[in-house]
């Protein structure tokens, strides 16, 4: 199984460096007037996608935060009832 999970690897990595390779003409991206940024396509493309995946984890943070306190809440009032007594079940028979 990790022989075909190198392998799926190793096919995505070559693509990605054939489409970085064949993607290098420059662009200007104008973001702010007045402002022009001009870089490769591939770094253009690469620096919006880490900036999704950045933005992405940060709407996420307040859920995972929201989760923590409920679990922990949980795991209080849980702490705070008393245990179920031990009732012994006979053996079937």
Do not use: H, Y
Request: charged share 15%; hydrophobic share 60%; net charge positive.
């Amino acid at each position: 199984m990790t022989a075909l999970t190198w392998a799926v690897r190793l096919i995505i990595f070559v693509f990605l460096v054939v489409f970085a390779a064949q993607n290098t003409d420059p662009v200007s991206l104008r973001l702010l007037p007045g402002q022009i940024w001009q870089a490769p396509l591939v770094l253009a493309l690469l620096a919006f996608f880490v900036g999704g995946v950045i933005l992405g984890a940060l709407s996420l943070l307040g859920v995972i935060f929201r989760q923590r306190r409920e679990i922990s809440r949980l795991k209080k009032d849980a702490a705070r009832k008393p245990p179920l007594p031990n009732i012994e079940i006979p053996p079937a028979v």
